[in-house]
């Protein structure tokens, strides 16, 4: 079939991101870029795409060989960029977090059915080796009906004073608003669902860090699911750990335990039978072929893709509901 042409709109980071994993999908899609900053846009275009460079995202959503945008700029424009390439029949890819406030979800899927067009939420977590595996363990039994699950992800990775992560009026909230979401959505995803949760927020540091980071970095939160399991996740951007990042996270059944490290480079299984040590997968690790891989079937099907609006809905919706917990834990 002939390759979906994809426009990146922005290109920083992620984007970069994106496209060092689409290089393996050449025969399925072709990028192209566009940014503010001409120069910015056409050297992306020659290290990354196969396709064109435009000045600017009006010019990318204007152009009716781009089949589909992602939008891959700062929280803040997600919702203006969505809207107008949807207007403009455009499919979309809208990186996570996708909106700023619950009530734009409702908005874009509005939009999206009326432009009857694909918008994908790029939750990349959702498609990653791991979570496919630890579906499959949950919902065959492995480890028998779940009672606890124990996720870690604690790094020290502070932000430079010129990102924009600093600045919460673009990231539209906190470190955890902006990148524990991926992980809330992770702890979610696996077969039951969360129902109720409570969160704390430790207090700031003492003293200003060196880096300049100025965000929010921490959270604990812990939640019940629908099964009766309760869970809790811990969160922080600014207490070492081992290879910066390296750390297990635990789900416990009433048959066995999975322990599995956290990015998903490995995964033990006690329970029926002997113990057993797999590696999920590092070809994809963090999800992100298969996510455009799914991107792509449901503009050819015209189907709804699994990281839909919705399914990103339920996650913001439980993303308030823990900012307003932690804010009432520190009166």
């Not at 503010?36 to 009006?58: E, L, T």
């Not at 809790?232 to 996270?249: D, K, M, N, T, V």
């Not at 809905?313 to 917990?325: G, V, Y």
Request: hydrophobic share 40%.
């Amino acid at each position: 079939m002939k390759p979906v042409h994809i426009a990146f709109l922005g290109c920083g980071f992620i984007t970069k991101v994106h496209s060092s994993h689409l290089r393996a999908l050449r025969s399925q899609v072709v990028c192209s870029y566009a940014s503010r900053d001409p120069a910015r846009s056409s050297d992306f275009a020659r290290r990354y795409g196969n396709g064109r460079h435009y000045a600017g995202y009006d010019d990318a959503i204007a152009d009716p060989a781009v089949d589909a945008v992602v939008v891959a700029v700062p929280p803040r424009w997600h919702l203006d960029l969505t809207l107008r390439a949807l207007e403009a029949g455009k499919h979309v890819l809208v990186e996570k977090p996708a909106f700023p406030r619950l009530e734009d979800y409702r908005t874009v899927i509005a939009a999206r059915d009326k432009a009857s067009r694909v918008v994908i939420v790029g939750e990349n977590d959702h498609y990653k080796p791991l979570a496919v595996r630890l579906r499959r363990l949950l919902s065959e039994g492995t480890i028998g009906e779940l009672v606890l699950a124990h996720f870690i992800t604690v790094a020290d990775r502070p932000k430079p004073p010129g990102d924009w992560r600093n600045d919460e009026a673009l990231s539209a909230g906190d470190a955890f608003f902006e990148e524990g979401i991926h992980w809330l959505h992770f702890a979610g995803s696996l077969g039951p669902r969360i129902q109720d949760v409570h969160a704390y927020r430790p207090p700031g540091p003492a003293r200003p860090r060196p880096s300049g980071d100025r965000r929010r970095s921490s959270m604990l939160v812990s939640f019940q699911y629908d099964n009766g399991a309760a869970g809790a996740l811990y969160y922080s951007r600014e207490i070492p750990s081992l290879l910066r990042g390296l750390r297990l996270s635990k789900l416990f059944g009433r048959a066995g335990v999975a322990t599995f490290e956290s990015n998903g480079a490995f995964l033990v299984v006690r329970g029926r039978g002997m113990p057993r040590l797999t590696f999920p997968g590092f070809r994809d690790i963090r999800g992100y072929r298969a996510m455009y891989r799914d991107f792509v079937r449901s503009i050819r099907s015209g189907g709804s893709p699994e990281m839909s609006v919705e399914r990103a809905e339920e996650d913001h919706r439980l993303m308030e509901r823990i900012q307003r917990s932690a804010e009432g834990s520190t009166e």
